[in-house]
């Protein structure tokens, strides 16, 4: 929680299983070089739910990701906000865990 990240990028792949979503975007970094996140998500049916379904993040999408980052500096995050192109944003996060927004 000591590190948030605030991400946009273009989605890379989407893996739709339990107990956990993964999403993957390719990120610039500020030198310029294209980075893989890995953006860990809640369960599947908390998004869908939430009406994120897999075909709202197809590849190519560009996207905004709010959360934090790893432990272990990884380009690895867990997501708290997903935000689609037309503006819609998405919880990402287990409503239970009590994290608070990153900024």
Known sequence: ???????????SRVEWTNPHAWFY?????????????AIEATAPNALARRSLRLENVPPGVRV????????????TARGVHL???DGRTVS???PETGARDPK
């Not at 929680?1 to 946009?8: D, I, N, T």
């Not at 975007?25 to 996140?37: E, F, I, T």
């Not at 905004?64 to 380009?75: C, D, E, H, L, Q």
Request: glycine residues 12%; hydrophobic residues 40%; positive net charge.
């Open 1 to 11: 929680a000591s590190q948030p990240v605030r991400l946009e990028g273009t989605v």
């Open 25 to 37: 975007v390719r990120v610039a970094d500020p030198a310029g070089h294209v980075v893989l996140w």
């Open 64 to 75: 905004i990701v709010s959360g934090y980052r790893a432990k272990n500096g990884t380009p």
């Open 83 to 85: 935000t689609l192109p």
């Open 92 to 94: 990402l996060g287990s």
